[in-house]
């Protein structure tokens, strides 16, 4: 079986046929016959499928949508013969999510007061399985063999990871502030409960939320199961690191179900 890819670009996704759930009659008999389903990020709109017969709009207006020019390319790109791995993934310009962080009155500030950098988005995502809530799961291909590995060595060990999410885009993270903020709060109570947009390590692809069967997902009571156990001891030989042990530097808060695939760091000197 040929491994799944969704093809990323600043305001499309190009998601593979099969895994989009239909919203009408309509859609449904074509996202059947569709290779390709091109979504809007900021929305979730389906604007188009690619069936045997060509891009076919699921839109009114389709072709005044501004990215349809680099899914376009995406897509070209994904239909050429295959080189060789597909190891080294490009990653996108942050010019668009500049824009709309200045619009939101989120600046350069916020970055340096954490010591965090913007986090780019990959071009190319692989399907990873599917997490605890049937949703696929998202991760830069690498990271996903990484975490196959990672669940596989602790099933061994009698232990069962969950996934619980992987690859998160800017415009998720962005229609949360963007609708709070249309509800009248401020960035400064937002930033209380949601990580700033383009700042949180899901961005990459190589960030897993990891939880553990019947456990609450995303508390801090994970840390008194045998899976948080098994991953402190073991999850650094399949290249993944904790990154908000407790007091971390960034001020934020212990999140010890938070693991990000670093394998490909070169180690320091
Ligand atoms: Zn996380």
């Given amino acids: 079986m040929r491994s ?7 305001t499309i996704e190009v998601w593979p046929g099969g895994l989009l759930r239909a919203r009408s009659n309509h859609d449904a008999r074509l996202l059947a016959r569709a290779t390709w389903v091109l979504r809007r990020k900021r929305d979730g709109r389906y604007l188009a ?12 207006n389709l072709h005044g949508d501004a990215g349809l020019d680099a899914a376009r390319a995406a897509l070209d790109r994904a239909h050429r013969p295959q080189r060789a791995g597909i ?9 668009l999510l500049h824009e709309r962080l200045h619009a939101l009155g989120l600046d350069d500030a916020y ?3 954490v010591g965090l950098p913007l986090v780019a988005e990959p071009a190319l995502l692989a399907l990873a399985g599917f ?6 799961l ?9 975490w196959a590995h990672l669940r596989e060595a602790a099933l061994r ?22 609708r709070k903020r249309a509800r009248g709060q401020t960035v400064d109570e937002i930033l209380t409960v949601n990580a700033a947009p383009g700042y949180s390590e ?27 156990d098994w991953l402190r001891r073991e999850a650094g030989a399949y290249g993944f690191v904790m990154s908000y042990p407790r007091d971390n530097p960034h001020g934020i808060v212990y999140e010890p179900w938070h693991w990000c695939w670093r394998g490909d760091a070169t180690p320091a000197a």
């Fill in 111 to 113: 970055g340096e007061r």
């Fill in 4 to 10: 799944a890819v969704l093809l990323n670009t600043s």
């Fill in 157 to 178: 060990d009698g232990i069962v990871l969950e996934a619980i999410s992987g690859y998160r885009s800017h415009d998720y993270q962005l229609g949360i502030f963007e």
């Fill in 131 to 136: 997490d605890r809530y049937r949703r696929p």
């Fill in 138 to 146: 998202w991760l830069l291909p690498t990271a996903a063999r990484a």
């Fill in 202 to 228: 899901h961005h990459s692809g190589r960030a897993l939320d990891i939880g553990a069967p019947d456990e609450p997902p995303a508390e801090e009571s994970f840390e008194r199961t045998p899976a948080f």
């Fill in 49 to 60: 499928a690619l069936a045997p017969e060509g891009l076919v709009p699921m839109l009114p």
């Fill in 87 to 95: 190891e080294r993934v490009a990653e996108l310009p942050l010019s």
